[in-house]
């Protein structure tokens, strides 16, 4: 059984996401980064980093959003999630999986902090740059590859969403509307929202998620008061 370990508001709703467009059956493991559950020594196992998300299946076990979708997209072809590596496309594929830790986020920290990093040598080269690459590739299609959703989509797609629809640290755009709105009319993308929406309501009214389960979903609360 796949098990995806993760935390509400974190980037582990890149993986949520993942694994509801991939239909494969998954158990999703809470790990609340708010109390250090991802300092654990059972959880830094798994992740040696300490972060969310995190993954595992059957023997393998691995850490960064965009490795788990380039793995998922892999492992499981049958998801249609990812060019044979014999497509053509696949080269493009493999760089818009890795834009987003790559440039997106890089670029997202730039403009909170407002540091001045020389463009010669930041690896992303300026937050302007990466949206005004971003914005023209999104124009020539529906998806990032054209006509057909991958992986790349979910990371890209969760860049942007976090970027510009959630905490708006990034300007809108024509182009950048158009596409999250293609996103998130996707059945995944809604089910992999309501998941962690529903969970960060019952943190707020102080209750506390005992099990939680995808396929066969049951949560147990219990009231701290």
Known sequence: MIKLYWSPRSRSFTTLWLMEESGQPYERVLTDISTGAQKAPAYLKVNPMG??????????????????????????????????????????????????????????????????????????????????????????????????????????????????????MVPSRPAFDAYLARCMARLAFQRAEKIAAGLSVFKRRGCRVAERKSDKTRIRLKDRS
């Open 51 to 168: 972060k969310v998300p995190a993954h595992s299946d059957g023997d393998a076990a691995l850490g960064e959003a965009a490795a788990i979708c380039a793995y998922i997209a892999d492992r499981y072809p049958e998801t249609k999630l990812a060019p044979a590596v014999t497509d053509p496309r696949r080269a493009r594929y493999l760089q818009w999986l890795l834009f987003s830790p790559g440039c997106i986020e890089p670029a997202i920290i730039q403009i909170f902090t407002k540091i001045e990093i020389p463009t010669s040598t930041a690896a992303w080269g300026s937050a302007t740059q990466v949206f005004n690459v971003l914005e023209a590739a999104l124009a020539e299609g529906p998806w990032i590859l054209g006509e057909e959703f991958s992986a790349a989509d979910i990371t890209i797609g969760s860049g942007l969403n976090f970027a510009v629809r959630l905490f708006k």
